[in-house]
């Protein structure tokens, strides 16, 4: 299956990244390629790489750096991973299986979070795959794979919003008929914010951006499904 990796580094971020050191163990036949701002620009040629990676610049946004990312895309199927993303074997291997046996879907991994935080991670990690599993609402630190077309169909991410582009189109997504699925591995990211911002300010905070921005799409889904109930 042809796997357009993407990954967008934005301001600030360093060059030792551990992601940037496990590339390697990406199959030789996907696409690698970095989204990169006019602010982290010059990482491009500090970043040391172990395998081939192409490299985009588009204004600084997670949204609309892998956008730009995407117009560059060769595979079937975009991946996208945050700087964080903890890739090992056993996630580069628990995708391939899915992409053969679920193609079609919107996938994405069980998010854990590293002890670089603070506070009680282990519970945002376990409200976040509730909330996919029972609400098929993941984040997208939880390393979203979609079918290209899937996702040029619904205009990519948003670029003009605050925060929440990966959450608006899991929205989107799914207002088209995509379903997602969870894999069965654990997919480790930093959780160093909640040691800035604090665990319990960011915690409430990120609880209700998602409940206000979730609030008319979820509206517009129950909508749609009602319409088909009663045919109309």
């Given amino acids: 299956m042809p796997v357009s990796v993407i990954i967008p580094v934005g301001p600030g971020e360093s060059p030792d990244a551990p992601l940037f050191s496990r590339l390697n163990l990406l199959p030789?036949?996907?696409q690698v390629i970095i989204a990169l701002c006019p602010e982290s620009q010059a990482l491009k040629t500090t970043l040391d790489l172990t395998r081939d990676a192409e490299f985009v610049v588009a204004p600084q946004g997670r949204g609309q750096q892998m956008n730009a990312a995407v117009?560059?895309?060769s595979g079937?199927?975009?991946w996208f991973l945050h700087i964080d993303s903890g890739l090992t074997l056993s996630v580069v291997h628990a995708l391939k299986q899915a992409l053969a046996h679920n193609p079609d879907k919107l996938l994405c991994y069980r998010?854990?979070?590293a002890g670089d935080g603070q506070g009680p991670m282990m519970l945002n990690a376990l409200g976040a795959n509730l909330r996919t599993r029972l609400l098929g609402v993941p984040?997208?630190?939880q390393g979203f794979c979609l079918p290209a077309k899937r996702f040029r169909e619904v205009g990519g991410y948003p670029e003009t919003l605050p925060y929440g582009e990966d959450?608006?189109?899991v929205w989107?997504?799914?207002?088209e008929g995509v379903r997602g699925q969870m894999l069965p591995c654990d997919l480790e990211t930093s959780a160093r914010k909640y040691r800035r911002a604090g665990w319990l300010s960011l915690t409430l905070r990120y609880q209700w951006y998602w409940l206000r921005q979730a609030a008319p799409y979820a509206g517009r889904l129950l909508r749609q499904k009602v319409k088909?109930?009663?045919g109309v």
């Fill in 28 to 30: 030789d036949t996907w």
């Fill in 71 to 73: 117009e560059n895309a």
């Fill in 76 to 78: 079937q199927y975009l």
């Fill in 111 to 113: 998010l854990c979070f």
């Fill in 139 to 141: 984040f997208g630190d």
């Fill in 167 to 169: 959450h608006v189109l």
């Fill in 172 to 175: 989107l997504l799914r207002l």
């Fill in 228 to 230: 088909r109930l009663i």
